[in-house]
């Protein structure tokens, strides 16, 4: 296994930034067509200091390394049978010194055409064995459990580029534990930033063991800013949670270095101490199918799993699933998979094991998976949520063969009427529809004294966007009078009433048993948040005022025009302009959910970008006149593509040429929120990295771990905001709310901004 006895060209160090963005294949191309071949790049260790620690893990298991022989054993497979893959490869030397040394059966590969014809040509003659493809790396054309080991010298490093999203990690990720035989490793490269370490950390926590190393850099290396680290995960087999094991002196580092290593480290330690000790696990599907065949039916098995991924799926789903017990046939079904709605979930028969096993028999099934839905899942109709877990649930099936059937269990619907269905240019197919459920939920029966009530759905592209309450006794000051198809708006601030006659009825000219149309009540947990965070940070926290007297507020993004409305209601101090770009929106928010314009409130039927442009034309024409400028706008705009991952807001509103619009419009205390809704965690680093470029100081409300939903509030001044001044602010906005007129609604306000934590 001696290394050839050859002078070795010094690599170079530099990053192909010049060139344009990590995210181009024409990029990579163009950077690798322009260099010899004698001119390569190793950005991160070199092989002297890769060396030992590398060939040590390819060739021997963690069990065996833990036991630090004195003497190395015999290899299980000798190094020139290992089967290695290199992706990503680039014109690094790695692959060629361990070809050297011995590992003979390598397959590199990367999505440049160039610089694997530049190193076939390299090596064809002094490496015959070794192999070189173009391939892209997300999409990696192998049969499952194909090589012994995985080697990424910065792969998954660039695939982290904000460019590519968290979609290309997570795919990338996910064909890398495929791959991988039983006792394979992959061992990643990396310079340790703290959003890839997370994603390692969360994707290999169930059936892989962990080490992490640092290399230690030349000894006339002047670059210390550079740590280079060795991420190295076994395949068990299982889905036994392991402790990482961190095999670094980290007195060696940067003091910044050090603490964002120690803070990610601790965390996830203590993640996986948790789940070491639970005995309630939901195990991720790939893992499960990584340990083991599900398509053979084990009588008396029951695992819970999660099921969805980014990039594969839009939601994420809890699952149990459950074999018949032996001796339970016959079965009239091989295979079902039972839906069940949020307010289901609770009863005994679907939240207990017991119960669960009830279902398996009743439905003479040989496999139940019980899909169960929650909070997150309450947006999208039965229709999506079904075509979401299609390819989800055939992995579960008992057999390639075996059809899936699904199985809503009921949502409790008495009633339902259909008002309204058009199709909208912008926005595809648009429904309006009525609800009456057997069964209230508590927040409204707790609020509502009248139990006889509607739920109106505003559903877009099959996802229900906005639902508003009808109840014979609504408990506001105004309220929406509801005659056949159409509501009757009625209009009243605390200041004045104003009145129309035929277009305006005030409640208390509402006749006996009329169903009304609440517009003091938010069911919605993000509008919700909106007027927490609008009160509690602009009012309370900066103590802020408008010039003009009234806050001047911009909603972008109209949906059934229940948040403006509420706002025009509830928040007397507001003067609102809402800019929404699909007329039917308009039309259908005025028809159906009680939209009335007056002074305070108005609607733009324009573009966003159009309409910020406009007003900052305005005020350069108006000498720079601050008073133009908006204290709060509120971005409320849901992704128009059904199938992202990020479902709000269009993406078009968290990259910087709106943010950058957005901040420029804003007063000097000016706020910016918006609504984010993903079903995806990695998702939010990239948004947050955005806000960052552009707004110093930014907090978020976000209720659990297991929510999509989550205002971002982002401050246009720079000046910094603690923890103090936040709790002595909430302390204000609950002491005004004591003060006034309660009408139901600020309860949950004050709740709601409990939760709002500094980002």
Known sequence: MAEKDKPQQKPAKELPVSFGSFTSKETWDLYFATKTADDFSEWYADWPQLRTLLARNLLYPFSVLASRPKTPPPTAVPPDQLRILVPACGDSRLSEHLYDVGFRNIINLDYSKEVIAAMLRRNVKQRPGMRWRVMDITNMEFPNESFDAIIDKGGLDVLMDPGFGQKYPNLYITKVKQLLKVGGKYICLTLGDSKMLGLLFQKFRFGWKMNFHAIDPEPSSKNHGQQTFMVIVEKDGSTVVYQISPLLDLRKYHVGQVHELVGILRREKGCRSVLMRSLDIFYPLQDVLAAGNLTELQPGRRLKLFLGEYGISILLFKSILLDAQRDSGPFSHQFLVLIVPKVRTLQWILSSEEGQWVFVKEFKVARLAIILL???????????????????VKHLAPGDEVPIQFVVASEGIKQREVLCEVVSALNGPVLVDDLIFEKLDDALIRYFPCKLLKIRRFVVRSMVRSEAVLSVDAPNESASEVEGDNVQAASKTRKKVKQKKGKHTSRSTASSGEMQLCHNYLDSFHHNGIISGLMLIYLHLKGSTSSAGLVKTVVIGLKAGLLPMFMKNCLPCLHIEVVEVDPVIVDIARKYFGLVEDERLKVHITDAFAYLDKRAAEEVLAEEDHSLKLDILVVDVDSPLPTTSLASPAICFIEGPFLTRAKHSLSEDGLLIIHLVTSFSGVRFPVYS??????????????????????????????????????????????????????????????????????
């Open 374 to 392: 929650d909070t997150p899942h309450s947006c999208f109709t039965i229709e999506v949520i079904q075509h979401d877990l299609t390819p989800l």
């Open 690 to 759: 955005s806000l960052k470029k552009v707004f110093s100081t930014i907090l978020i409300l976000h209720p659990d771990e297991d929510a999509n939903d989550e205002v971002i509030f982002a401050l246009k001044k720079d000046s910094p905001v603690t923890e103090e001044q936040l709790s002595a602010a909430w302390s204000k906005l609950a002491a005004s709310l004591e003060l006034q007129e309660k009408q139901g609604w600020e309860q949950r306000v004050v709740d709601s901004s409990k939760l709002i934590k500094l980002l």
